[in-house]
């Protein structure tokens, strides 16, 4: 814990139409091009990963929260028996027993109790923290750890209760003497079969309406610093190990269809280090040789940890583990903090989002290195305990009551389901009228009445991810494509939209932003015609933009007629206008796609509403055979034209080399590092590397170059500031993949229409 002071399903897909206006004074930039291919198969996204922390029952209604989770340092000891926690050091170490209108019926009527059934009220799963500490608050009293009376005077006390101190002396010197029976009790795995067999009793088990959740503890890394009063040793692996295997058994034995959640990890130094390393090291300086780590044989934390859960398995027959949970606080200068900061901070803040999953991203912080949290996690589990689910059952980008929070927030939330995070829950909640609350609400509730982002999350990729995200998914109830666009650049921005497998039709429009933090507003339709358009994003803003299936604009179901002959002219190594004569229809021609024949397949390459297309991103010395269609505004789809074969004039020869690499790897998913290597004496001024997957690979995301794949074929084609590669020098790219088998590595290369070795 930290305190916070619409699909249309058609065949083929074209561009264009008319964009949702900016306002009158805005002077928009041309942004990056979007792209969503709706025909892929896609993944399905867990609905947990829309979960918070202590929210209101209004809040927890309006957004149809999934999963709401009773956690944080104060949980550690709470004792459900007599309704009280203890606040550990978050404050002064006390016992403050919960508000309760008849504490005689206790433990019936309990906070958690209460918690519970709100949940049941709203339709939410719930999440609880077991106490594996061994300690739990000894009674119905206030009480101190340090009282100031009993061990002398202290750094700090608590202004409304004064005897009670912060364990430190005056001069900042720890208290080490004082007695944990003060405010604590010991307990054991029964006192937590005795609380499920209590929640059992009034709710039902996890397999009906009753705590489907159990998180084993809190932060357990961070016992000898937040709950010091009652821990003064950091917890080390063998500890954790033999704690998870009681607390957890009893778990599965009180309810076997409950889940359970571990090790509850503060951050990314909870993968690495033991709370023993973590105590020890901080206070020696022993980072790079740990004792604990090395007493097991090298091994970070968070493998030895799953090695272990999955030999209890092996051995015992049942899994006593379900999710790796690790918490993530971004540690970058006051991206955390309730405030949004100044510019430089906003900026950081947005940026710092690609922490969970860009492995070229350097984190802005001490951590001064990659962290691709999500990857990480995904690889650790499966290589360590397959099966095992991914949790973060805290994380905060602060800034709640300020556009930047939510801006930042939405991009997590959209990362999170691109990515195949399993459960995730926001600390903590924020207030209704909050902005964060809004970009919330983007997902689940965009329109007040239910409407919601798709379930099936879907490839969607911007030419520039740090100035607009986008991300995607088809929504099962009525078959509509969803799709967020979260413009983070600070600047009105115009871009293309392109949607492979999206016909005619009108989009709604439903927009969160800067112009307007009360709420989202419902803004004017867009018109899509043949799978595209150009729509104006502005500045500070979360669009959601929702396409309706079968939108096909009226009755009309006559087909236009064939365009004609595409002609050829202004040919070049890499581009060529087409001309073609126009194709008739009863009800009028509304655009044309032009495709690129690959032996029998169609390739959409471009569209327009006119009759000519300058194609570009073409290989030099290079035959392609093109065909046009025609489309009216139901969508209908015309015969193809007869086909033109043009080839390309050949391009300067380059002399290169190409490095392609896969760094990670994971079931269905990859990361590829590629490396473009001028081995010539000349520069190489603008690049197009393009080759074939011949194993089912496939582009999810792409950095540092603009991405298409069209079938098998994937093409990189240089951005603004890696354009030039100097003789000698080199440019790296890459790219997060999908895979449905192993299939090979890529051999052949070409770059600018000629062969680059490898």
Known sequence: MRLRTALIPVAMAGVIATGVPLPATAAAAVGPALTVDATAAGHSISPYIYG???????????????????????????????????????????????????????????????????????????????????????????????????????QSTDPWSPDCGNGKTPDGTPITDNDPADTSVEVGPQYVTDWINHLKSRYGGAAGEGVRFYNLDNEPDLWHS?????????????ELRDLTYRYAAAVKAADPAAKTLGPVGWGLNSIFYSGLDQDVCGRTGCWSDP??????????????????????????????????????????????????????????????????????????????????????MRKLVDDHYPGTKLAMTE??????????????????????????????????APES???????????????????????????????????????????????ALTVVVINKSGTDLTSSVEINGAGSGTAEVHRYSAGHL??????????????????????DSITHLVLPPGDSGGEDTEAPTAPGEPTASDITADRV?????????????????????????????????????????????????????????????????????????????QQCRVDYTVADHWPGRFTANVKIINTGDEPIDGWLLSWDFTGGQRVDQGWAAQWKQRGTTVTAQNLGWNAKIAAGASTTIGFNGSRTQDGPAPTAFTLNGHACGT
Not at 226 to 238: A, F, I, P, Q, S
Not at 406 to 416: K, N, P, S
Not at 599 to 625: E, F, N, R
């Open 395 to 428: 994380y905060s980008w602060g800034a709640y009551g300020h556009i930047n929070g939510a801006l930042a927030q939405a991009d997590v939330l959209g990362i999170f389901g691109r990515e195949d995070m399993d459960l995730a829950s926001l600390w903590t």
């Open 226 to 238: 937040t709950h010091r009063d009652v821990r003064r040793k950091g917890l080390g692996y063998d």
């Open 433 to 479: 009228n909050e902005p964060v609350a809004h970009a919330f609400r983007v997902y689940r509730n965009y329109d007040g009445k239910g409407g919601a982002f798709g379930e099936t999350s879907l490839p969607a990729v911007s030419e520039d991810q740090g100035k607009l995200a986008v991300y995607a998914a088809r929504r099962a109830s009525d078959d």
């Open 518 to 539: 009360d709420g989202i507003l419902r803004e004017n339709d867009q018109t899509v015609t043949a799978g595209a358009f150009t729509a104006g994003f502005p500045a």
């Open 291 to 376: 004792p604990d780590r090395a007493a097991h044989g090298g091994q970070d934390l968070g493998p030895w940890y799953l090695d272990r859960m999955r030999a209890y398995e092996r051995e015992h027959g049942t899994r006593i583990l379900d999710y790796f949970d690790i918490h993530l606080y971004p540690q970058q200068s006051g991206v955390h903090s309730k405030e949004a900061g100044d510019a430089a901070t906003q900026e950081r803040r947005l940026r710092s989002t690609r922490q969970l999953w860009d492995p070229t991203y350097v984190d802005e912080s001490w951590i001064n290195r990659p962290v691709q949290m999500i990857p990480r």
């Open 52 to 154: 918070m922390n202590f929210a209101d029952k209004d809040l927890a209604s309006d957004l149809r929260l999934p999963v709401h989770r009773w956690g944080g340092n104060h949980t550690t000891r709470y004792n459900f028996r007599n309704d009280t926690t203890n606040r550990a050091s978050d404050w002064y170490f006390e016992n403050i027993p919960n508000d309760n209108p008849d504490p005689g019926s206790l433990p019936n009527g309990s906070e958690t109790d209460r918690f519970v059934e709100q949940n049941r009220a709203t339709g939410t799963q719930t999440i609880l923290t077991v106490p594996l500490l061994g300690q739990v608050a000894k009674d119905r009293s206030r009480a101190c750890g340090f009282s100031v009376q009993k061990y002398g005077p202290q």
């Open 577 to 653: 206008t087409l001309s073609w004569p126009a194709a008739t229809d009863n009800t009028g021609v509304t655009g044309y796609d032009v495709y690129r024949l690959d032996g029998d397949t169609p390739v959409k390459v471009a569209a327009t509403t006119g009759t000519s297309q300058t194609i570009t991103s073409l290989q030099p010395d290079t035959a392609y055979t093109f065909a046009v269609k025609a489309r009216d505004a139901a969508g209908n789809l015309s015969p193809a034209s007869p086909g033109a074969t043009v080839r390309t004039m050949a391009g300067p020869a």
